[in-house]
């Protein structure tokens, strides 16, 4: 059994520090090798010896006691997806043992090369600047994704901190100024707003659709002040709940605005 960091089981060098699964006979030795681990160590960890579900109960294990959000890098979108799905298998059983744990998320890689004369797919959009925005705010998260995604440029935090706007009720906000902001943020303006990353504008009534959100928002103003912001539905547009406040983060990842292309 694991006994701490003296024990044989971690082999250190001057490059990684090396483990073998094999000396591993309860989750109490995963647990204090992990301890063992984070301790001071700033070398590359590098496991053998895993095999099929072996890898995602040690990754599992981990993330109950990670201080810090964990990234997951795999060679292939497959190979990202299974493991994500995996994840969430004992992810559950996890959450409802404790509370306090990185949440596991997908971070797709586009499905497009940069310099194609195409755009990336919406859906994949909506997802990275979802786990962006989430990253940004210091959410911990469990990241999978792909080496491909890792290797492309993201934009710089300061723009996706001027992308990210917390709207309440009651707030002062210029309704013009307001809509060429998110503009600016990539949303694009429509006659009914049905999809993430569109709004339209109504007099008084604003309709947005922030990506990282599961429905679009309506927001009321009175002259400059918010009255009132409420879920609606895109199929019927009817709304059908008020909430104090909302975020919206970015819509798109390719921008023109001067600040984001330096």
Request: hydrophobic letters at 40%; glycine letters at 4%; aromatic letters at 8%.
């Amino acid at each position: 059994p694991f006994t701490g960091p003296s024990s044989s089981s971690l082999k250190r060098s001057d490059q990684h520090i090396a483990f073998h699964m094999s000396e591993i006979n309860t989750l109490q030795d995963l647990d204090r090798l992990w301890e063992a681990l984070i301790q001071g160590q700033e070398q590359p960890i590098c496991f053998t010896g895993l095999q099929g579900a072996s890898r995602m109960l040690v990754l599992a294990q981990f993330q109950k006691t990670a201080p810090l959000p964990l990234l997951i890098i795999t060679s292939t979108p497959s190979d990202a997806e299974k493991v994500f799905k995996d994840f969430i298998f004992f992810f559950q059983d996890t959450k409802e043992a404790q509370n306090d744990i990185p949440v596991p998320c997908l971070f797709p890689q586009w499905e497009v090369l940069p310099y194609d004369d195409k755009t990336p797919h919406p859906e994949i959009v909506k997802e990275r600047l979802s786990v962006l925005s989430r990253l940004l705010r210091g959410d911990r998260l469990m990241v999978v994704t792909t080496i491909r995604a890792v290797l492309q440029r993201i934009l710089p935090r300061g723009v996706l901190q001027r992308g990210s706007l917390d709207i309440h009720a009651g707030d002062v906000l210029d309704p013009d100024a307001f809509m060429n902001k998110i503009c600016r943020s990539g949303y694009r303006r429509a006659d009914l707003v049905e999809m993430p990353g569109t709004f339209s504008r109504r007099g008084g009534i604003l309709d947005i659709f922030p990506p990282n959100q599961t429905f679009p928002f309506r927001i009321e103003f009175f002259g400059d002040e918010i009255e009132s912001i409420r879920i609606f539905s895109p199929e019927d547009q009817r709304s059908f709940n008020t909430v104090p406040r909302i975020q919206t983060i970015l819509s798109r990842e390719i921008l023109l605005d001067p600040s984001a292309l330096d």
